[in-house]
């Protein structure tokens, strides 16, 4: 019998005294079961063969996992719905799946105090339904909106197309309970509206990826439930005149509540997806709304209508039915699954980039981004959340063409540095995970490095919290 | 010759050496001068005998400091205008003050990104005024807002009266400059409106309080020009009763820009320091803005004074004059020196607190804040940002009184139990320093502080940022 052999062993047992402090059926050791949790919806990053998976059911069952984890130094990989898109919730060899996607209650809503106490595996739309009966909203929307928990939400500081006017995840964090390395329990944060009490130590979870502790509860912040918009369309000839048509709307101070882009690739894919009512055969589309009160909303979108028409664009539709509005947002939202499925018939490869540049830099983004475009053998198609600057290219490619991959890649890898050449970020929202760690380090600088790795080491110790993820 | 005597020598030799790295005339060893920058504005902190004070005026000088501290391990307590209320900034003896305040270049306006590159000693009204020639504005508005640097401002998290609409220092923070403790300079954070590329590092140094890093230049998001408010007063019998009015008010979804109280003795001290047409002999004054565009400040106000009539408000005036505006915020940020003068004329003590409780607890914290208030031989008198929950209770004594002084400390004390109590914290917008590093204590539980003991080994591994300071 081989070390290793012996080694794995000693482990099936250990497990079995981890079961013993578990919710009953939490452990779960089919390997088919565990297989089928390893990987998040990310692209070219491995899954690894973890020991187990719990599906967490209470904090005591994630307080027990680290306990243990720790006396054995097993990683741990805590995982929600696991639509991250960047392999953070990725399995690790000889890791456990720590999956509180369970947890997914709601604790309690405060419409006084405008917050709410939610487990981390609440969906983030389940909330949005439910602070809907109080009058209440959680703004932050991904992509993911319909799938995704809060808890995953926090943990890569999720964003989503309502950022433009109200901010990501992070503003809406006030306080956490998190399980540490070693089990250890605490409290983070404050339940008021203001608070300096010491470090800002949610801020410092909000992103971590998993990689300082498990969030087994948030207080979130809350807003009255938002005004309904109204929509406007502007078709442009071109990706580079949409681009400085955002930078000279955003920069005269307008507060639009949603300013999406879709390139005239995107346009076609989502019209072969479904009837959206898209013109076809544009350069780029920006979808823009605007919710200001007493007749701001009007003016707003009048607004954007002349600098979209002074900076090239053929047309802008104005409308005020709800129904249209509603059809737009879900065409923006079909972008996801419409690029998924042209994918499929070029041979299943797509990687979405997610850089994040000044917004004063978009038409010279769009204008590198069409010789990038050029320069490899691949098709890269953006939709974005153009209003903050945050571009999500994808690379179409053939993934059983190696040289296709290979291409892919290099396109992917040239999208982030053209983001970093303007000023701007490897990832506005998506996170780094394993897919970026090699690029967190192009990004940062040697202080700022060190400071991380400082920061992990003191509260991670041990290194078992989701090892090699974020850190390069 | 002893020991002591020795080591101060040796020493005064080293400043030489510091001196000659640094800008000239940037180190200062009169120890006058240097007394007369030991301390800020916080009462009963001890105020330390510092080797020396730099006067910096560049990166380079700071650098050159923190690689000398580092050398000879000599505590650094880095200072901007010292108009903190904590302590913080106060000296520790053989300790340097590293004073930033000389440092206040506004190195970039950009107003298509509405962002700014600031130096720490830019002073924040100075900054307010230059922005508003670009049509823009940081809304941040601490009472020191006249004095108080930016650096300061970010140092230690500061709020004011417009944060119950537009949020506090942090949520302007985008990226920042800082030197760590061994003189590396690193750039933290980011240049565009979204971006989560590692994690949050410039949240980690937002009200830290100069224990963690030398904050040397700040990039800050900024607002379109607020519109101009309109504003109401509401005349109350007794605190206890406004309290329920903000409670309901801001529970409704109002979202006012201004919404302050003054306690009956609070207004009186106004009244006897100036004439800003307040009413005497009230219980409680809640002043209210406004400025939501389009009618809907009107609407706003309309409301307040309906919660407000409802809730026992004897009176509600509304006023859309300018003049009046101005003339009531002021009357607001009279309160600090009204408050100072009154104090003087009873002994000169007066200990400001700091506690922000949920919103819904603010007519509890009324109540039991009058039992306080009759419970010790000394006077109380509030003032707050109601809005946000965020109260000023200010404790008046007889500083040369030992037993004043010590009934003050107790009276102290009760008011940070209460906040405690009521579900809030010991501070809302002041910050820890020395004067609340006890109390830290309580707040925080053993996980917390034992992260915030790892953070701070792990950026500080010698110790010698503002030592003694947040942590207990």
């Known amino acids: 019998m081989s070390e290793g052999t012996l080694q794995v062993s000693s482990r099936v047992d250990d497990l ?132 995704s928990t809060i808890g995953g939400n926090v943990a890569t500081n999720a964003g989503g197309m309502c950022c433009v006017k109200y901010g990501v995840t992070k503003d809406y964090v006030r306080a956490m309970t998190v399980v540490l390395a070693d089990g250890t329990v605490t409290k983070l944060g404050r339940q008021t509206a203001k608070g300096v009490a010491g470090l800002d130590l949610p801020a410092l979870l909000v992103g971590s990826e998993g990689t300082l502790g498990t969030i087994v509860e948030v207080t979130l912040a809350l807003k009255p439930a938002l005004a309904p918009p109204i929509t406007a369309v502007g078709i442009f000839p071109d990706t580079a005149s949409a681009g400085r048509t955002v930078t000279e709307y955003m920069g005269s101070g307008a507060s639009p509540s949603l300013l999406e882009l879709l390139d005239g690739p995107t346009v076609k894919m989502v019209n072969d997806y479904g009837d959206f009512g898209l013109p076809d055969d544009v350069g780029a589309l920006l979808i823009v709304q605007s919710n200001a009160t007493g007749g ?107 040289a296709q991959v290979a291409q892919a890649q290099e396109a992917f890898a040239a999208i982030m540095q053209l983001g970093l050449d303007l000023g701007g970020t490897i990832t506005g929202e998506h996170g780094v995970g394993f897919l970026k760690r090699e690029w967190l380090g192009h990004e940062l600088d040697a202080g700022a490095r060190l400071m991380h790795t400082q920061i992990k080491d003191a509260l991670d110790p041990l290194g078992i919290l989701n090892p090699g993820k974020m850190f390069g």
């Open 16 to 147: 079995a005294t981890l079961a013993s402090q578990l919710s009953p059926g939490a452990l779960v050791t089919d390997r088919d079961v565990i297989d089928s949790y390893a990987s998040d919806k990310a692209l070219f990053c491995p899954a690894g063969r973890a020991l187990g998976l719990i599906r967490a059911r209470s904090v005591d069952d994630v307080v027990a996992v680290m306990r243990f984890a720790t006396e054995h130094r097993i990683p741990v990989v805590t995982q929600g719905a696991r639509t991250g898109l960047s392999g953070a919730a990725n399995a690790i060899d000889d890791s456990l799946l720590l999956n509180v996607a369970g947890m997914n209650e709601i604790v309690a809503i405060d419409p006084v105090n405008q917050t709410c106490r939610v487990q981390p595996g609440v969906i983030n739309q389940d909330l949005k339904t439910a602070l809907a009966e109080y009058g209440l909203s959680y703004p932050p929307d991904p992509g993911s909106v319909a799938i």
């Open 296 to 402: 701001g909303a009007v003016e707003e979108l009048e607004a954007f209508q002349r600098v979209a028409e002074a900076n090239g664009s053929s047309e802008v539709f104005v409308s005020d039915d709800p129904a249209d509005s509603e059809m737009l947002v879900a065409a923006r939202r079909a972008v996801g699954p419409a690029m998924e499925k042209y994918a499929h018939t070029r041979g299943g490869g797509e990687l979405i980039d997610d850089v994040c540049v000044p917004r004063s830099a978009l038409g010279e983004f769009f204008e590198k981004l069409r010789l990038i475009d050029a320069q490899f053998d691949v098709e890269v198609a953006t939709a974005g959340h153009a209003g903050d600057g945050n571009m999500h290219p994808s690379v179409v490619f053939d993934a059983g063409d190696e």
